[in-house]
């Protein structure tokens, strides 16, 4: 009797993607992260089976690999859902209202009066409407706080009503227009793409980048013909003391 041979965690084109990407690099090490992109692209998350295929792939030990995922909040060690939520509750987004966001999220998306813990599912993970929620450090968009991101887009100046309405949106299968950035897809496409692969370059990259506040120091300089001053060409370095 034979016994039936268990199908790849990897199909041939996760393989072949995996080999574009170790192409990049002089050294295979230096793969590591957009290779972790690309199996949660595939998992939703990264496994175990995971954590082996890159380790075999770049030839690592399981034990580096480890260290880079448990080190690094974006590399999920559970499978995520369809839309990842990251609501800012670092310094300024928390006196805002980041904190209460946070919280009201919880709330909103828990069931049976519990609220839903950090980075848990609600909905079956990676069916339509099923959302990830998470709390991040600083989400680099201060002048306008509080924000939230879903898949890494933005959604600024959130305040409780707006982001519960945005996350009863994304549990009906909708995909609300970030304030900037590409339109909303699902989480495991955005890690396909940070991995390096895309189905559409041009859609995803359409939409502003940039929101008039960051902007406005910058035209306020080209308004009134300020410029920083030029670099020297050459610059003397000070001589290091001599050892004794």
């Not at 959302?131 to 959604?155: G, K, R, S, W």
């Not at 910058?218 to 009134?224: D, G, P, S």
């Amino acid at each position: 009797m034979t016994t039936p041979t268990a199908e790849p965690v990897f199909d041939e084109l996760t393989r072949q993607r995996a080999k574009e990407i170790i192409a990049r690099y002089p050294q295979s090490r230096s793969a590591l992260l957009p290779m972790l992109h690309l199996v949660q692209s595939v998992q939703g998350y990264v496994s175990q089976d995971g954590i082996r295929f890159c380790a075999e792939q770049l030839d690592l030990t399981t034990a580096e690999v480890s260290a880079v995922v448990t080190f690094y909040t974006m590399y999920k060690r559970r499978p995520s859902g369809e839309h990842l939520v990251s609501v800012c509750t670092n310094t300024l987004c928390a006196a805002l209202g980041g904190d209460a966001i946070y919280q009201s999220l919880r709330e909103r998306l828990g069931s049976e009066g519990r609220p839903l813990g950090h980075e848990q599912t609600v909905g079956e993970p990676g069916s339509s409407g099923s959302i990830t929620l998470e709390h991040v450090e600083c989400l680099a968009a201060c002048d306008l706080a509080p924000v939230l991101q879903v898949n890494y887009e933005y959604f600024d100046r959130q305040s409780v009503e707006s982001a519960g309405e945005l996350v009863d949106a994304l549990r009906r299968g909708e995909k609300p227009r970030p304030t900037r950035g590409a339109p909303l897809t699902d989480w495991r496409t955005v890690e396909r793409e940070l991995a390096g692969f895309f189905d559409d370059l041009p859609a995803a990259v359409e939409g502003p980048s940039a929101a008039e506040e960051t902007l406005r120091g910058t035209r306020l300089a080209e308004r009134n013909g300020w410029a920083a001053p030029a670099m020297p060409e050459h610059v003397e370095l000070p001589a290091l003391p001599e050892k004794k």
